[in-house]
């Protein structure tokens, strides 16, 4: 593969590819609990805002995840998504979520012919790549794109990580995330990570993505150090919205993006309208916090934080102490 | 001079200070009324973390301030700091910032011997460089260590920066400090300055400091990148109180560095006792917010976004048209 030049500060590279994930990661915040009028404002304003994909949710396995517990798009069933959005006749691309082991994929995925989806995401962790090639094959014959999301990498080993990458390369996947779950890795490690998945890109002929989370206020610094290293798909939320800390923000990104196809303004309008405000007032709760910074810091998933502040806990430093206690 | 090794992510070297800026910065935010009880806590905290300099606040002009109109730490005079913290017995310096026009300083600074203050940061934009020498001059002669922070410089012309620090380079200043006032740098532009900054440094015996704001939730992802690139002045506030979006938070710049002497745990204490919410429940705003963004993006000052945030506004697309028209 011939890569594009990464490009400078004042020129834009058309290569660049922005996914909203609000539905999705933000779900993993009130349970997928989106108003139908949500979903419907969200999505004009991807579109209008030159936003290439907007991923619904997940493709989650009813026979694992109770239906009532949740809203639909923990499931992301072909009639839901044609009931709320109707056919997509926007450039706008919709991407699926598909979590290795959670997702009962020859049951639940149809015919890209029978979907308005366009792209499934595959998301594993290291040691159930297998899997995930599986799946990503299959989604391929049916006729999607498909990306594969490797979690967590903050965890690995670089050998273990040089295994994943190798395997990956030989998958159907057109693009290979590299995704810091615990917000757990700094711009220069990152420097390091985002030209080893390049290299395998190259070398393979995929694009490499980056999905940062927001535990140490890294999220959008991680992810404009990618695009400098040639770094393509980028993950983004509005507001943030994702599990815990959070993620890169698409107002940051897009106010940080060259190609004038990004309109900006079309997200400040979606927030000036107050639909995130409106999800924080029903009481959904992400974003940077202390918790989170240790979480971070010691390189943990990010669930005992998400517990510390939902229980409304204000003793941080017994918090760290049972992070450290948990070694 | 020699340069320290820049050390890697998992060693540290000795020549790093951090500086607490958050009466000093943070004192824009509530004209200086922080209690005696919070200054002292705040000094306690930053002493036993291992802080380097603890800045006051400024040396302002009274004839040019109404002194009933701001807390003690806008002038810093020596009684009211003797009144407060004693006579410092902590390894911890006392610094205090002086503004070239703002400060009265052959009236108002006594000799190092006479005051508890160890050091004067002079902050002064790039077209009062030569007031700026004349004040760093005074001060040295003093007693007192010296730097200079020469402001806005996302601002300034290539040509200006480097005039600017070639006369600052036969200052008696100890360091000169990158100061990105508009929050409008970006991790790669930050280090292509830091570097140059580096270069007058090295040239001159001169150390750099950085003081970052949080307009595009980049101020600690600046800070870091500029420790990377052998930056060794770094200031922070505790939480990123600061004008506008604030600054770099302190115990995200002391969880990162990695020598022993800095303990995160003190300052997590300080946070947990609720002395900063306290500011914030009496009505202190600060964090990065979207009229930050654009003010960031745009390359502006704060003070449009202050007032707007201040007026509660919720009109984001005419306030960024308000920004354009400004052109």
Avoid at 69 to 88: Q, T, Y
Wanted: charged share 25%.
């Amino acid at each position: 593969m011939t890569r594009e030049a990464t490009g400078t500060l004042l020129s834009c590279r058309s290569g660049i590819k922005v996914i909203d994930a609000t539905l999705r990661d933000g779900g993993l915040v009130n349970d997928f609990r989106f108003s139908d009028d949500f979903v419907r404002a969200l999505f004009a304003a991807n579109a209008a805002a030159g936003v290439d994909y907007m991923e619904l949710g997940y493709k989650a396995d009813k026979d694992l995840f109770d239906e009532s517990k949740f809203g639909k798009w923990k499931f992301c069933r072909e009639a839901d998504i044609i009931d709320v959005l109707g056919n997509n006749e926007t450039e706008m691309k919709l991407a699926c979520m598909a979590d290795v082991g959670r997702c009962n994929f020859r049951r639940d995925i149809c015919e890209k012919g029978s979907s308005p989806l366009d792209m499934y995401r595959v998301a594993t962790y290291i040691n159930t790549i297998p899997a995930a090639i599986e799946m990503l094959e299959y989604c391929d014959k049916l006729g999607y794109e498909t990306t594969v999301n490797v979690m967590a990498i903050s965890k690995e080993t670089e050998k273990e990580t040089d295994l994943a990458l190798e395997m990956l390369g030989h998958s159907p996947a057109k693009a290979i995330y590299i995704v810091d779950s615990y917000g757990a890795l700094y711009p220069e490690e990152m420097r390091v990570l985002a030209a080893k998945y390049m290299e395998v890109g190259d070398k393979y002929g995929k694009q490499i993505g980056i999905h940062a989370h927001n535990n140490q206020n890294l999220a959008f610094a991680n992810t404009i150090e990618c695009v400098a290293a040639g770094v393509n798909y980028l993950d983004a939320t509005v507001n943030g919205m994702g599990r815990g800390a959070g993620n890169c923000a698409l107002e940051l990104l897009l106010g940080f993006l060259k190609n004038p196809k990004y309109k900006l303004v079309h997200i400040l309008r979606f927030l000036e309208e107050g639909h995130m405000q409106k999800l924080r007032d029903g009481g959904a709760v992400w974003g940077y916090d202390l918790p989170y910074l240790l979480t971070g810091i010691f390189n943990r998933h990010p669930s005992s934080a998400i517990r510390y502040i939902k229980e409304k806990r204000a003793d941080i430093i017994d918090f760290m102490n049972e992070l450290l206690d948990q070694e």
